[in-house]
């Protein structure tokens, strides 16, 4: 089956720094990859669509100089988020969507702990 | 517009109890329909999607799905709750494009 990572896994960081969080697709190449913010004992919001070779598309609200996205290359999405600040701790999570298939089919990475200091 | 509402942000059944977990939609065209479970500090896992072949949608664990278009409804069911079926359980929409709409959660206790 399609399967994504995320790396790191959790991470902590000083206030004012920024973090990289990479998103891969193991065994697919994914021209579309979507990045979701989870806070605790909260359901998923969707913050960007990441295509592939194209800019990505951000949702309503979400600050795109704060969270970048690059989509470089067909296995690989980051999402940076620059000058973190404490309430950005949150929990990532990205998924692909497999070409070809049914455009509805997303795969989920195993998402990524940020905690800002 | 395209919507999700789980009924019940908490639901707590004993070991071996029927579990329901419901779910209704608003989609303004026939829509793909998922169940997804999450287990603390992990991704979401699909249980089972419905993508408009039979309506009753079978899935991973045991668990599955009735799509009912005259209610709107897709409720998870499984018959006999395990230990290991406590988790977050997202119901998700997607009409057909990019997008997939979530639930907000339902989270399921299983008790001894």
């Known amino acids: 089956g399609a399967v994504v990572s995320q790396h790191p896994s959790r991470v902590i960081c000083k206030s004012g720094t920024s973090v990289k969080i990479e998103c891969r697709s193991l065994?697919?190449?994914?021209?579309?990859m979507f990045w979701y913010r989870q806070f605790p004992k909260q359901s998923l919001m969707l913050m960007a669509t990441?295509?592939?070779?194209?800019?990505?598309?951000?949702e309503q609200g979400v600050e795109k100089d704060k969270f970048l996205i690059n989509h470089a290359s067909l296995t690989l999405s980051t999402l940076t988020v620059t000058s973190a600040h404490p309430e950005d701790s949150s929990f990532y999570i990205c998924?692909?969507?497999?070409?070809?298939?049914?455009?509805?089919?997303?795969?989920f990475g195993p998402g990524t702990r940020l905690l800002v200091l | 517009a395209q919507s999700v509402t789980q009924l019940g942000s908490h639901v707590s059944v004993s070991e071996g109890a029927l579990v329901l977990l419901r779910c209704n939609y608003s989609?303004?065209?026939?829509?793909?329909l998922f169940w997804y479970v999450q287990y603390p500090n992990q991704g979401l896992q699909l249980l089972l999607k419905y993508t408009s072949a039979a309506t009753l949608v079978k899935g991973i664990n045991g668990f599955e799905a009735e799509f009912k278009k005259s209610e709107t409804s897709f409720h998870l069911t499984k018959p006999s709750a395990h230990m290991s079926d406590a988790a977050e359980y997202f119901c998700?929409?997607?009409?057909?494009?990019?997008?997939?709409?979530f639930g907000a959660g339902t989270r399921l206790f299983v008790k001894a």
């Open positions: 990441s295509n592939e070779g194209s800019k990505a598309t951000y």
């Open positions: 065994d697919f190449q994914a021209t579309t």
């Open positions: 989609s303004s065209v026939p829509p793909y």
């Open positions: 998924s692909a969507r497999v070409p070809g298939g049914r455009q509805e089919t997303q795969y």
């Open positions: 998700a929409v997607n009409p057909g494009g990019f997008k997939t709409i």
